[in-house]
């Protein structure tokens, strides 16, 4: 029996084996959007009155951290770790801020456009200094963070600037129903434009390749060196993403980094993203994301003191930690 066409057992039809192979793959992400759902549901029976419109003040407010971690996950898939990138999405936000102050509506898609190039082209400089200097990343990021974090306080020393109204509407609202928040929309549509096509690609391929053998990568003729700075480089243009959603959901930019690249960690872990790399994908980060953001909003709703949160989240953070490093010990034995 061919390894392709494995076989089925007795009275299984081949399209309810291939189902339940789908399944066991992705049953860490299933689960999490299970929880999404229990959460939501949790949040009701907190507070009966909760509805479409906190549901989309939930998606608004989480856009900046799904950016985020989507920037995360790209690099630690390559095998990397990237701490710049709330220093990064502090950067583009101000200066897409600059631009778009007291102008017409027009610079609002210039801005866009050159902050995401800012993106693109510093993230790119933080890959081809991990290959150059062949320092660990975690060194070199946490290093760059502070360059993007002083280029943020150069544009803008306080927050200011401003934002086109038609930019700010696209994380405001809702489309079809008022039950499909546009942030939602958002950011199911810049993460897929970028991810689909990056992930059904030679790179996208090299990317997880190098995450999980870098030496197998390169005996099988991968590009090391330029697929380490490609995954950088889209790290960074997911982070001017980001940037550009925490000057949509205020109207101005702010250039103290926020909690995002700490955030972002967590995301990616609880998502499901090995910090080893080489496995995960952008769906599980994404639920991540509300996941974090619903904790912390049910335990509001319940009387709880923010400070407790805090510490509950990261128990949580452990525990997951704690399970997906037996999972992967129990599948190395097997």
């Given at each position: ?50 509805g ?29 770790i990237d ?12 200066t897409?801020?600059?631009?778009m ?18 993106g ?26 502070f ?29 079809v ?6 942030a ?77 690249t ?6 990616i ?62 599948r190395?034995?097997?």
């Amino acid at each position: 029996m061919s390894a392709l066409n494995p076989p089925i057992a007795p009275g299984q039809t081949r399209e309810a084996s291939s189902f339940g192979q789908l399944i066991r793959r992705n049953g860490w992400v299933i689960g999490l959007y299970l929880l999404v759902g229990a959460l939501l549901i949790t949040a009701r029976l907190i507070r009966p009155e909760y509805g479409a419109p906190d549901l989309q003040s939930l998606a608004t407010a989480v856009l900046p951290l799904a950016f985020a971690a989507a920037a995360q996950t790209v690099v630690v898939i390559s095998g990397g770790i990237d701490l710049s990138v709330g220093a990064l999405m502090a950067f583009t936000s101000v200066t897409a801020a600059v631009i778009m102050k007291d102008r017409g509506d027009e610079f609002g898609l210039i801005a866009i456009v050159l902050a995401l190039a800012l993106g693109l082209v510093a993230g790119a400089v933080n890959g081809l200094l991990v290959v150059i200097s062949r320092v660990p990343d975690i060194i070199v990021t946490l290093a760059m963070s502070f360059v993007w974090a002083g280029c943020a306080l150069l544009v803008l020393n306080s927050p200011g600037g401003g934002a086109a109204d038609w930019v700010k509407s696209l994380s405001v609202g809702s489309y079809v129903t008022e039950w499909l928040p546009r942030a939602l929309v958002l950011a199911l549509v810049a993460i897929g434009v970028v991810w689909i096509p990056l992930r059904r690609s030679r790179m996208g391929l090299a990317i997880y390749a190098i995450g999980s053998n870098q030496v197998a990568a390169l005996r099988s003729g991968v590009d090391v060196r330029r697929t380490k700075v490609l995954a950088y480089a889209v790290c960074g243009l997911f982070a001017a993403m980001g940037g550009l959603a925490l000057t949509m959901n205020t109207g101005i930019g702010t250039p103290v980094p926020g909690p995002y690249t700490l955030s972002s960690v967590a995301a990616i872990v609880l998502g499901g993203v090995s910090l080893a790399g080489g496995r995960g994908g952008m769906l599980g980060p994404l639920a991540a994301a509300f996941i974090l953001a619903l904790i912390r909003s049910n335990l509001f709703f319940m009387g709880v003191d923010p400070n407790y949160s805090t510490v509950i989240q990261g128990v949580i953070l452990v525990i997951v930690v704690m399970i997906g490093g037996l999972a992967t010990l129990r599948r190395a034995r097997a």
